[in-house]
């Protein structure tokens, strides 16, 4: 299978390795993180369900699955032929709120 990035994924990619290296003033910190955040997702190719189902562990009606890479959550969907690549958000965040943004409304 092929993964595939969403673009709200990738400015989320994105914005991760600008804070870490323009806020935080650690460059060489934002390329690690973002390398190993690929590396695990690439890993999807040949293992798709590793991650576990959002729905199962929050109730929320969704198709999408979650994988832990550092502190980043990536979010992503199994389509027929490929994996999409839904969110990459800090998992400090409230990311229930980030991804279902009508929920409690």
Do not use: W
């Not at 729905?55 to 969704?62: F, L, P, R, S, V």
């Amino acid at each position: 299978m092929r993964v595939r990035y969403t673009p709200e994924a990738l400015n989320d990619l994105q914005e991760m390795s600008d804070y870490i290296s323009n806020v935080l003033y650690h460059p060489q910190a934002a390329a690690r993180i973002k390398k190993s955040i690929l590396d695990s997702c690439s890993r999807l190719k040949d293992h798709p369900f590793m991650g576990p189902s959002v729905q199962e562990k929050t109730g929320c009606a969704t198709d999408l699955r979650y994988l832990v890479c550092e502190k980043h959550l990536a979010f992503y969907r199994v389509e027929h032929d490929y994996i999409s690549i839904a969110r990459i958000i800090n998992g400090r965040q409230d990311y229930l709120r980030l991804l279902f943004r009508d929920i409690g409304k």
